[in-house]
């Protein structure tokens, strides 16, 4: 029969700014508790990588001392901090790429953006965001998010706020590629939008997220007389609300770079212009797994989709893969317009080099930074898809066609989130490439 002990206390060290309850609400036990001793290690990893998810902490540490003749343990958690305040600075070049820049220079065609992120407001893990630019494209916005309405935690909420002014638009997709047309002396767009968003969590791995945005924009209409279908009217003036829901389930057992677990989610939106010139509703459903296969050996597959409807033909409802992260790789440099779509991302790893620990004297000074950590993998990958659009032009060959690609790469997974991947994919033109893809919460 297996021995049972009783959690008799919960002790945390480390959290300087964190609040306490942060992190409490993260554990999958609680003081008092009895739990089968055989049982005890899992449930102290499983805390610990619950943390990590936090984004709060590079180091976290989960340790138990029995105490009482082996009948209670008293649980230590022990975390390292991250820091939480980050510049915002973002260079925007209007030319294809900053090396065509660079051979003709014009700082009247240049945007400079600045701000501020702040990850842990009040130690609430609560986020603030406020960025600001200047230049050839103008804005500025505003997001407060994850703020507790409970003790518990469970509901949370938060708002944004934002203007951007823009003079270089995409206007249609032409041979897979988008393509573009700038107004240097006029703004071919102009929006403001706010939103306010409501979280319910009503346990560590679901998520129920509800929000309202309301969005006021004004075009050229040189965009609707290059494309007469770009937004679905020939109005250039345009309010519009927009409601959606998402539902999550998250049983990964790192987010940033997970080996083990599932995760689904779920994502439906409803979208109207308040003139009845364009109506949209669309479903977004994904689903991941990942599992350990032998030691030092794993796979990693995702499958996602959309089903899209609209009242009438419009460009910017259309969009599917090669926008954000809805992409095969082998194809970053195209973009694929339709209505639905199905992807699903194969990838074999294996552990090349086991998590590393190195401590870098000269920047003692700086605890938050000077202890880095990193793993690395190789890998080797295959995607597929298949994308449909009612509209579908000519040119376009990737659409309303199966999508195919493979490939072989290297990770790099380090502190703070961060990987950096390196990868060489074919894509079913047989056009090969290497691809450099840096993923961080902080761009």
Known sequence: MAQNVVINDVSITGNKQSRAAVILRELVFSKGDTVALPALQTLLDESRNNIINTSLFNYVYVTADTVSNHTAVNVTIRVEERWYIWPVVDLVFED??????????????????????????????????????IGYQKGVSLSYSDIALDRAKRHLFGFSAAYNMVH????????????????????????????????????????????IAFRHTGIHDTLITLNPYYWGGAHTRRNNITVTYSYTNDRRDVYSYPLEGAFFKITGAADAALDGSLLTASVYPEYGFYKTLAARWFYAGTLNGKMAFSNTQAYLAERALGYGNNYLRGYEDYVMDGHYFALMKNTLRFLLLPTKVVEIKWLSGLSKFNKIHFTLYANVFADFGYLYN???????????????????????????????????????KKEGGIYITLITPFF
């Open 390 to 428: 009612n509209y579908k032009a000519a040119g376009n060959t990737f659409e309303n066609a199966f999508l195919y690609s493979g490939g072989a790469g290297l990770d790099l997974v380090t502190y703070y989130d961060m990987v950096i991947r390196v990868d060489y994919s074919v894509n079913k």
């Open 96 to 133: 294809r790429n900053i090396s065509t820049w660079i051979r003709n220079p014009d700082w009247s065609r240049f945007s400079v953006g600045a701000g501020v992120d702040i990850q842990n407001m009040r130690g609430l893990n609560e986020k603030l965001h406020i960025t600001g630019r």
């Open 168 to 211: 270089n638009e995409a206007y249609q997709t032409e041979n897979n590629e988008p393509l573009y047309v700038t107004i240097s002396d006029h703004p071919i767009r102009q929006r403001y939008s706010a939103d306010i968003n409501y979280l319910y969590r009503p346990g560590i791995h679901e998520r129920h997220t509800a929000s």
